[in-house]
C-alpha cells in the first residue's frame, strides 16, 4: 500500500510521539525507557529540521510512520555522513510505506550533498518478545551492510542487547567534496513531494 510522503510538522509530533510511544513501552527496538513529553518531543523535531530533512507517511488520512536524518558525529570532517531513523505505526509494517518513506529520505539526504548513510540498529542475542532482527533485514533490503556491532551494550526490561552499525553510501567521496547545504536550502527543496 502506498502512502503520500511528506514533510513533518510541528503539529504532527503527537502523533508521531504515539507512534514512538509505542516503541519505548512495548520494544528494545530503542533504547529510550520513558516516553519523553510532547514539548520535548516537539523540541527534538525543531531541532532536526534546523539541517536535517524529517519526513511523514500518511494513508488512510493519518500518519503511518516518520523518518529523520542527523549528525553522525558533531565534527565537522563528519559534515557528509548522517545517520538515519525509521518508525512505523505497528499496523503500518511490512506494506510497503517503510521502504517508501526511507527512499523519500535518501533523496532529500542526496540532494544536501550528504554521501553516508548509517543505521544504529537494536540487535537481540536471540529474538525475543521484546526484540527481532526485522530492522536488521530492513536495513539490508535497503542497501545497508553491517559495518560494526556493539555486544551487550543496552540494558532494558532486564535483557542485554547488541547495537549493529549499519552503512550505505550514497554518493561518490572526492579529495575537493563540495559542502553540504543544509535541508531547507538544499536544490530542489520546492519539489520534493
Not at 558525529?73 to 518508525?87: H, P, V
Request: aromatic residues 14%; proline residues 5%; hydrophobic residues 35%.
Amino acid at each position: 500500500m502506498d502512502g503520500a510522503v511528506r514533510e513533518a510538522r510541528l503539529e504532527d509530533a503527537e502523533r508521531i510521539l504515539e507512534i514512538y510511544a509505542c516503541y519505548v513501552r512495548q520494544t528494545a527496538v530503542t533504547f529510550e525507557y520513558e516516553v519523553p513529553t510532547l514539548e520535548e518531543f516537539r523540541s527534538r523535531m525543531e531541532h532536526t529540521m534546523e539541517r536535517y530533512p524529517y519526513l511523514v507517511i500518511e494513508a488512510g488520512g493519518a500518519v503511518q510512520g516518520y523518518a529523520y536524518a542527523g549528525p553522525l558525529k558533531e565534527r565537522a570532517a563528519y559534515d557528509w555522513s548522517c545517520e538515519t531513523t525509521i518508525y512505523l505505526d505497528r499496523g503500518a509494517r511490512r506494506r510497503g510505506m517503510g521502504r517508501q518513506l526511507y527512499e523519500a529520505l535518501e533523496d532529500a539526504l542526496g540532494r544536501m550533498g550528504i554521501l553516508n548513510l548509517y543505521a544504529c540498529v537494536a540487535s537481540p542475542e536471540g529474538e525475543d518478545q521484546y526484540l527481532t532482527r526485522d530492522s536488521e533485514a530492513f536495513h539490508r533490503r535497503m542497501g545497508y551492510r553491517t559495518v560494526g556491532e556493539f555486544r551487550f551494550c543496552g540494558c532494558k526490561f532486564g535483557r542485554w542487547y547488541h547495537t549493529v552499525w549499519m552503512e550505505k553510501v550514497i554518493g561518490e567521496r572526492r579529495p575537493d567534496q563540495p559542502p553540504v547545504v543544509p535541508y531547507p536550502a538544499s536544490p530542489g527543496y520546492e519539489d520534493r513531494f
